[in-house]
Nanobody, 114 residues
Framework: VQLQASGGGLVQAGGSLRLSCRVSGTTFRFNGNGWYRQAPGKQRELVAE???????NYADSVKDRFTISRDNPGKTMYLQMNSLKPEDTASYYC?????????WGQGTLVTVSS
């Protein structure tokens, strides 16, 4: 299983970005898929997750601003990020769990300037 995340960059506060994560060797149609982020000096934290039935869960800090989704084949997962804030600055990682093993993407850096 390999995951390739993309879409990060530098954006001003209030702006938007869409992250993408493409998976090979499995799909995002099982439980345990999601986006996490890690800011410098902080622990990695859950941002959003999507279950096999399509239900979603978000960290309180991103509710109503971020949207997690996946395409129909389940090969790509997205994170639409709107109304970005400087505190959203972090490396963002996509995750998939299959066969009891957690796989991570390489991370994509999001920097939000004030």
């Amino acid at each position: 299983v390999q995951l390739q995340a993309s879409g990060g960059g530098l954006v001003q506060a209030g702006g938007s970005l869409r992250l993408s994560c493409r998976v090979s060797g499995t799909t995002f149609r099982f439980n345990g898929n999601g986006w996490y982020r890690q800011a410098p000096g902080k622990q990695r934290e859950l941002v959003a997750e999507v279950s096999n039935d399509g239900s979603t869960n978000y960290a309180d800090s991103v509710k109503d601003r971020f949207t997690i989704s996946r395409d129909n084949p389940g090969k790509t997962m997205y994170l639409q990020m709107n109304s970005l804030k400087p505190e959203d600055t972090a490396s963002y990682y996509c995750k998939v769990v299959r066969w009891g093993t957690t796989f991570w993407g390489q991370g994509t850096l999001v920097t939000v300037s004030s």
